[in-house]
Every structure is written in structure tokens, then in C-alpha cells.
């Protein structure tokens, strides 16, 4: 979490533009599909498969973005492949995460499911989805 804030302030630098980590609702709300919401389980698809690289398709790293269907919005990977930092807090320690990973349970990409670890935490599972202030 704290690496994806030092490259947000530096793209805030380089560009003047204003962007920064989703709140989990504003996550949740764009891995649904947003206002055109077909109300899937997965984002954009009931099927896990066509939508989420997880633990049995993966091969146990994460893949190229876009490989897979997009939701409603034509967001990609939005289910699956990395986890996805929020800017929300759980319990004042830990960081929320959403999304699922490639090493994750089908249960694990739902776009219901929550995550936390430590800011500071590092590793190959996880990921970055920024959102722009207009």
C-alpha cells in the first residue's frame, strides 16, 4: 500500500492530475458493473473462468491484463489475477484488499469478498487500480 502511494504522488507530479486509490465502495461499485450491474457473481460473469485467473488456472503467477472477459464498464481483471489496494482502513492496522488473486478460491474472487493485510506488506499477489479525481 505504501508503494502504490509513492507511485500515485509521483503520476500526481508528472501528469497534475489527481489520482489515488478507490475506497472499497467505490471498488465494489465498479467491479459490479456500476449502473449496468447484471448482478454477477463474479465481475462480469457468473463463471469464474471467463472472468478471474485463480488458483486452478492460473499456473501460479499472475497474468497478462485483459486475457479474460471485462465487466459491464469494460473494466478487466477485476475478479482475480492480483489483489487490489483500497484506501480503507479495517481496525485501524490493516488495509483493505478486494479482488482476489491468482493464487485465490473461486470464493476468494467473489466481488463481495474483502482482504486486509498490513500497508507495508509485499508480494507478487497484489496490485494497484487507481481512480482519478475529475
Not at 80 to 87: H, T
Not at 91 to 106: E, F, H, P, Q, V
Request: hydrophobic content about 30%; charged content about 25%.
Amino acid at each position: 500500500w505504501y508503494d502504490c502511494q509513492d507511485f500515485i504522488k509521483k503520476l500526481n507530479e508528472l501528469t497534475g492530475q489527481k489520482f489515488r486509490l478507490p475506497t472499497e465502495a467505490e471498488w465494489e461499485y465498479a467491479a459490479r458493473g456500476g449502473r449496468f450491474n447484471h448482478g454477477y457473481r463474479y465481475s462480469g460473469s457468473d463463471n469464474t473462468d471467463e472472468v478471474a485467473w485463480h488458483e486452478t488456472n492460473s499456473k501460479g503467477v499472475s497474468q497478462a491484463v485483459a486475457l479474460k472477459m471485462p465487466n459491464e464498464l469494460g473494466l478487466y481483471d477485476m475478479s482475480g489475477n492480483v489483489y487490489e489496494w483500497c484506501d480503507d482502513w479495517r481496525d485501524g492496522n490493516y488495509k483493505i484488499l478486494r479482488g482476489g488473486c491468482w493464487g485465490s478460491t473461486a470464493k476468494g474472487c467473489l466481488t463481495t469478498y474483502r482482504f486486509d493485510s498490513s500497508p507495508d506488506t509485499k508480494g507478487g499477489d497484489g496490485g494497484v487500480r487507481i481512480a482519478m479525481d475529475i
